[in-house]
């Protein structure tokens, strides 16, 4: 089992920085591919970013790329999503995600264990 806690969420303008850090608990860390989704209101919930059990591979959804950076601390079981040039259609609630194995889905039901969100506003 594993349990996810985002943070870092707040209002930023356009062009700014946050960074979103997801602590987990229950000691499976290693062993699970990570990532992030989100969910702007009225729209679907998609998949942003994510990065393999060892750290070394990442993905990202076409319109993050450049922007957002993930990584991972196995040591302290945290991962983080480092987003800048922030723009107002990232607005949205951001959710880590966890997925035993080496691969994580794109699709949020293919995941292992969810964390609460945490929402993101970027005005403009």
């Known amino acids: 089992q594993v349990q996810l806690v985002e943070s870092g969420g707040g209002l930023v303008q356009a062009g700014g920085s946050l960074r979103l850090a997801c602590a987990t608990s229950?000691?499976?860390?290693?062993?699970?591919?990570m990532g992030w989704f989100r969910q702007a209101p009225g729209r679907e919930r998609e998949f942003v970013a994510s990065?393999?059990?060892?750290?070394?591979?990442?993905y990202y959804r076409d319109s993050v790329k450049g922007r957002f950076t993930i990584s991972r601390d196995n040591a302290k079981t945290t991962v983080h999503l480092q987003m800048n040039s922030l723009k107002p259609e990232d607005t949205a609630v951001y959710y880590c995600a966890a997925k035993q194995g080496a691969a994580f889905s794109t699709v949020w039901d293919e995941s292992d264990y969810w964390g609460q969100g945490t929402q993101v506003t970027v005005s403009s």
């Open positions: 229950g000691g499976a860390f290693s062993r699970c591919s």
């Open positions: 990065i393999t059990r060892s750290g070394i591979t990442t």
